[in-house]
């Protein structure tokens, strides 16, 4: 039966493992602990979590209860810890050890859930999220102050990693991350103990201060370059590419696709490819975003649910040739900071609809 026409997604897990190794390399003897929440930032947590566990990756962080579960059961028999972001809520620790799931507490009532269901279960090993600055999830420097003084509310709880997240570590001038580095560095003198961990794939590239014991690297991992733009030492993970529908010739005055979104200024060949936000083209990126087709970039036109449209000049492009969306030649972070956004979202929002190969699984 012929293929109709349609958008594929291919997931380059080889390029995945030369990314981990350039931030292991980079980490200098840190722990790599990949971060594969949001189902692998939309690339699929599994077949992402065996890659990089077949590359020597044992702990990963999830948000969510319920990615850790699924986790988990991708990772089957492998060896791994997994931590989950989002500090366990009431009643739910019997899940986490159900699944071998580490939590990270983020607030004093969780320390003391804990606690109290770690003496009643003979004993808990955690990491504890301490806020540094960010303002967003994490116990304050003076809470956790006040848990090493009084141990007996961490009674039972094995404080394995301490932890603490930089809100600004992608623009390395920001003085932000020099204060969260000292306010980290003042609570986990406090967990002589524990082990540290405060950078995610930005915060890596700070330098040596920053790494401590264990790295916590997402985006990177999954094609973004560390600061928000694309980094020549970070290979594209996620290809997406979709066929050309129809050659369009527009005058000057005509309008294209919905409202406003573009009138051509001078005569057009507009290119309609079968690829649209669905599929996870943002529609904001018709701003100074492009697609490559024909061995050069294209500016894109105009992005619709099921549909999008590219300039393509007079170029030698027909019907049924394969565009490239994102990828190795349409970065992810051009496409990000075309629709005033960062190459998190854009991959998180890659959908199901593609057809879905992944080259390199281990
Ligand atoms: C998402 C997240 C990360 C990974 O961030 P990237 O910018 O994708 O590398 C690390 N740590 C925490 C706490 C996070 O929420």
Known sequence: MPQAPRARLTVDLDALAHNHAVLKAEAQGAEVAPVVKSDGYGLGAGPVARRLHAEGARSFFVARLDEGETLRAELADREAQIYVLDGPAAGTLPRFAAARLTP?????????????????????????????????????????????????????????????????????????????????????????????????????????????????????????????????????????????????????????AYGRQYTADRPIRAAIVAAGYTDGVIRAANAGGYAWAGGARRPLLAVTMDVLAIDVGDAAIAVGDTVELLGPNALVDDQAAAAGTVAHEVLVRLSRRADRIYLGER
């Open 104 to 256: 990270v507490l983020t607030s004093l009532p969780q320390v003391a859930a804990a606690s109290a269901w770690a003496v009643a279960h003979g004993g808990l090993e955690v990491m504890l999220h301490v806020d540094t600055g960010m303002n967003r999830q994490g116990l304050a420097p003076d809470e956790a102050r006040a848990l090493a003084q009084a141990t007996d509310r961490l009674r039972g709880l094995d404080v394995a990693v301490v932890m603490s997240h930089l809100g600004s570590a992608a623009d390395p001038a920001d003085p932000r991350s020099a204060a969260q580095l000292e306010a980290f560095r003042a609570v986990r003198s406090l967990f002589a103990e524990a082990r540290a961990s405060l950078c995610a794939s930005a915060g890596v590239f700070l330098g040596a201060d920053y790494r401590f014991d264990m790295v916590r690297p997402g985006v990177s991992l999954y094609g973004g370059g560390p600061f928000d733009r694309p980094d020549p030492r970070i290979r594209a993970v996620a290809t997406l590419t979709a066929p050309i529908l129809d050659i369009r010739n527009l005058r000057p005055g005509d309008r294209l």
